[in-house]
């Protein structure tokens, strides 16, 4: 078993409660996830939605954002069969933690 710990970040102004890990293998990552849920609406009626993953060392990690002011989204290239492996089991947590704390579920 391993440990998470609970956090709160403001995030544009909105309390979010977040969920952090580390995951081992021959690399480490730590991961951060959370959102304050569907608010009913756009961003102006404060759903927020939030995530980090952290090289804790020995990650082959490279990412660039992209987009005039880098605001247009990003790329994450990882090298390596166990940043593979922790990279799926930290994908795999952040998007636990956000269907659970998402509330409502829309397919």
Request: glycine share 14%; hydrophobic share 30%.
């Amino acid at each position: 078993m391993y440990e998470i710990k609970e956090n709160r970040r403001k995030i544009h102004g909105m309390d979010v409660t977040t969920f952090t890990r580390e995951i081992y293998s021959a690399n480490v990552l730590s991961v951060e996830a959370g959102t304050n849920g569907y608010q009913g609406g756009d961003s102006g009626h404060g759903s927020r939605t939030y995530f980090r993953i952290t090289d804790c060392g020995g990650t082959d990690m490279e990412v660039h954002p992209f987009g005039f002011d880098g605001d247009e989204g990003f790329e994450v290239i990882l090298g390596g069969d166990c940043e593979l492996e922790t990279t799926i089991r930290a994908l795999k947590f952040i998007t636990k933690v956000l269907e659970d704390q998402a509330k409502e579920v829309y397919d």
